[in-house]
């Protein structure tokens, strides 16, 4: 059965929002201040990674990393493989 789950955090004066749609073929969307950045589809319950740019100068790479399940799925913002990933919060629409 699919559904969609949606996030969201703020970081480095960027709004990055992430759709994940469950299912057999789960898909991820991604926005970084409302505009359509990325989107990835992965197989059953495996992390989906998304490449991203934040528009700062020059501009910053960054990767979300959806996990679709098993049970509720979680969406994490990760900057360098030396920072700390931050979670994205839930949002409920």
């Known amino acids: 059965m699919r559904s969609r789950h ?32 990325g989107y990835a589809t992965g197989r059953n319950d495996r992390p989906v990674t998304v490449a991203i740019e934040l528009p700062t100068d020059p501009p910053t790479a960054a990767t979300v990393r959806a996990t679709p399940g098993p049970g509720v799925p979680r969406c994490l913002l990760l900057m360098t493989e030396d920072e700390e990933p931050h979670v994205m919060a839930p949002r409920l629409y």
């Open 6 to 37: 949606h996030f969201h955090i703020d970081h480095l004066g960027h709004s990055v929002s992430a759709t994940v749609q469950t299912g057999h073929t789960p898909v991820v969307e991604v926005l970084v201040d409302g505009k359509s950045t």
